[in-house]
């Protein structure tokens, strides 16, 4: 190391780097080339003149071969990594042949950092050179890259991220220092994008274009908040349907980590079962299986029965029970030459619902009636016999106290593939022309309209309290 360091010393001062007179611009002011980098350094890196080793990097990018050489001194790449000190002390050419997910670019910018300690590549080409760091021993380029990837994270790149740990481990099971703490910060990133299985999330680009990385955060977290099991078998079924070709592939690694004895029995039996039912691959299947027997016998055995049967119980989430009630706002307008008109959906534990507005008894006096109905399509996954048992409390704005008042009142109902909908034929106890007439309910035209929807064992719950 001596020696290659009196070398350098000794070429440097032959070919010192130009000094600034005072007549030339402040370099700051310059634009760079790629000859002339930042740091004390940077004049040294892929320049003969200041070197004594050169390195030929090879790989293959968009199915073409690439190659290029790269100057640099030994005594540089020897200070930042073993594998380098190793192949360099009797050799002065090194041949790199890169994995295919590697370019020439990106191992050009790690050895370019061992002279100014800093990175052109940025996202998930800056996680790429961190890989090859780690590959080529470079230990503090690896932590600074974790450092300032921590510091850029978007959904995207945060998925990417979660991918290459999941590449890395598969491959090796070594300690990847440095690595961890990026690779947990993308974890944590994602899951605090996704804070709650709602409607907003569920049908948001960002959800459904999750890589399959990305979608595992979500399914295996402990702090997303739900009210029921249902909304994360939910949220399997909906990005599993986006692309469903392609993504049916990652089931088996999904599916377990559901908690399927935690999904209630209703959404078991009428959304689970029929998932399990779909063309999946054949392991799948044997695990939807499996998995659904499990959870039929812990709902329907004895704590004594399952431990006798060694049931494995999977431990419940944190599950917020608040969840276990849904509230949806809906303004009807522009209906009055209408026979229907629907809201747009609302989730409430894995099931979509509508609202439904309805001309009832057109030929009756005053033109009929307002009818409001709750309604459950059929359509998001249920089966062709479902039960799900609900109460709900249809609600409608009074206009000149600006209170949501229930003429009806909250009850509870189990809605089924032949009664999809319940509701009320008449929800204001007036007739069609006197809803246009009058402004008790009437807000230009509009019906203003609010929605409690409980599951049934909940509300009964909150009744006996």
């Not at 249920?382 to 229930?406: C, D, R, W």
Request: proline letters at 4%; charged letters at 30%.
């Amino acid at each position: 190391a001596g020696i290659h360091c009196r070398d350098y010393m000794e070429t440097k001062a032959k070919h010192p780097p130009p000094s600034r007179t005072e007549e030339e611009e402040p370099a700051s002011k310059k634009i760079k080339t790629d000859d002339e980098e930042d740091g004390d350094m940077g004049f040294g890196f892929n320049n003969p003149l200041y070197s004594n080793h050169k390195i030929i990097i090879k790989s293959t990018e968009d199915g073409a071969e690439v190659e290029e050489s790269v100057h640099v001194a030994k005594l540089m790449c020897s200070a930042c990594s073993p594998f380098f000190k190793k192949r360099m002390l009797e050799e002065n050419e090194t041949t790199l042949e890169l994995d295919a997910q590697y370019t020439v670019a990106q191992m050009k910018d790690l050895l370019r950092w061992m002279y100014v300690h800093e990175f052109q590549s940025k996202g998930p080409d800056l996680c790429s050179v961190m890989s090859l760091a780690h590959q080529y021993q470079v230990d503090r380029a690896v932590r600074q890259c974790a450092a300032e990837l921590s510091e850029d994270m978007t959904i995207e790149h945060a998925a990417a991220y979660l991918a290459q740990e999941a590449a890395m481990r598969e491959k090796d099971q070594a300690v990847f220092s440095g690595f961890e703490k990026l690779w947990k910060d993308a974890s944590e990133f994602i899951q605090k994008e996704f804070q709650e299985l709602n409607m907003a999330t569920l049908t948001s680009e960002k959800f459904l274009q999750l890589t399959v990385e990305g979608i595992k955060v979500i399914l295996r977290s402990e702090t997303i908040r739900i009210g029921t099991e249902n909304s994360v078998f939910s949220a399997f079924r909906l990005w599993m349907h986006r692309d469903f070709e392609n993504r049916k592939q990652h089931a088996v690694a999904l599916l377990p980590l559901i908690r399927f004895t935690q999904i209630k029995p209703d959404f078991l039996l009428d959304v689970v079962k029929k998932e399990g039912e779909m063309h999946y691959p054949e392991e799948a299947k044997k695990i939807f299986a499996r998995k659904i027997i499990e959870a039929y016998v812990y709902h329907s055995t004895s704590q004594e029965r399952r431990e006798a049967l060694r049931l494995v119980t999977e431990v419940p989430r944190p599950y917020d029970e608040r969840l276990l009630k849904e509230t949806f706002y809906w303004k009807a307008e522009n209906f009055s030459e209408l026979k229907e008109l629907w809201s747009q959906p609302f989730f409430l534990g894995g099931y979509f619902l509508h609202l439904l507005l309805q001309r009832k008894n057109i030929s009756g006096p005053g033109g009929g009636t307002l009818g409001l109905y709750l309604h459950i399509k059929q359509n998001a996954g249920l089966s062709t016999e479902f039960y799900v048992p609900l109460a709900f409390e249809l609600l409608v704005k009074n206009q000149l106290t600006g209170k949501f008042i229930s003429p009806k009142g909250a009850y509870a109902s189990p809605f089924t593939a032949t009664n999809k909908a319940w509701g009320y034929v008449d929800i204001l106890n007036t007739t069609w022309d006197d809803f246009f007439k009058e402004n008790t309910f009437n807000a230009n035209g509009c019906l203003e309209v609010k929605a409690n929807v409980w599951f049934k064992d909940y509300w009964e719950q909150l009744k006996r309290k």
